[in-house]
């Protein structure tokens, strides 16, 4: 099966760069789109993540990531609607990738058993879970936990990745210009492309700024980089101005 890929820009943060270069950048303010993507092809409706529930916007966000929408405004650009969504595949669990999934009454979701046991007893250190957000879709027995591995629908794979969280899946989707993969774990082009002064330390990526095991995680991401066609980093900016993925 052959799939083209939309973001859809549904949040957006202001924050320190170094939240996602990992000891580069501190101090320097960094805009981030917040996507959820969705995914055509097939006879399946599929998002990759379901973003924010109020996003913000303001004249600085606007400049570095264009419109933000609000969920139903995004999924509108495609002729959709929140309860047409078939599947939604979860990155992770961080709040601001899943705080629309209560809106997706029809779905599935597939996540990671971790991101769940995260979720429901996060680490003091990890203040980005909130459990509120899958309680609804979790009583109604929407939730497919996996722990492995798992090829969801021909032609695209969830692959664990726990380099942000522990229960990160990146996802491998096979499309007309060959298997492009969105991160699991939350970084930007920089990582995957260090500047010279990076490479010149003996560098080839830029782990993410927040991370379980540096070491590991600097693994994962050359892992990443080496293993598909392309790669997408899940926060981007350039992204927010492609309407299709090839």
């Not at 600085?60 to 078939?86: N, Q, R, S, T």
């Not at 997706?104 to 979701?109: K, R, Y």
């Not at 979720?119 to 722990?147: A, C, K, M, W």
């Amino acid at each position: 099966m052959i799939y083209r890929i939309h973001p859809i820009v549904v949040g957006a943060k202001i924050f320190d760069k170094g939240m996602m270069t990992y000891q580069h950048d501190y101090g320097k303010p960094f805009v981030i789109p917040i996507f959820s993507w969705y995914i055509e092809g097939g006879n399946k409706n599929i998002l990759v993540d379901t973003g924010e529930f109020a996003p913000r916007s303001s004249t600085e966000i606007e400049k570095a990531v264009g419109k933000v929408y609000k969920f139903e405004e995004g999924l509108a650009k495609w002729g959709l609607k929140p309860e047409d969504i078939d599947i939604v595949i979860h990155t992770h669990l961080h709040n601001d990738h899943c705080e629309n999934d209560s809106k997706c009454v029809n779905a599935i979701f597939y996540v990671h058993e971790n991101e769940l046991k995260q979720v429901h007893n996060p680490h003091p250190l990890d203040f980005r879970y909130n459990e509120d957000f899958i309680t609804e879709i979790e009583s109604n027995g929407q939730i497919i936990p996996l722990t492995e591995d798992t090829e969801v629908l021909p032609g695209i794979k969830m692959i664990h990745m726990p380099a942000h969280t522990p229960g990160g899946m990146s996802v491998l989707i096979n499309t007309e210009k060959g298997n492009f993969l969105i991160t699991g774990f939350c970084i930007i082009e920089e990582n995957l492309n260090p500047p010279p002064k990076i490479l010149g330390m003996g560098m080839e990526v830029i782990p993410p700024g927040t991370l379980i095991n540096s070491y590991e995680a600097y693994d994962i991401v050359l892992k990443a980089k080496a293993m598909t066609d392309m790669v997408i980093p899940l926060h981007e900016p350039k992204y927010a101005f492609i309407e299709t993925i090839p």
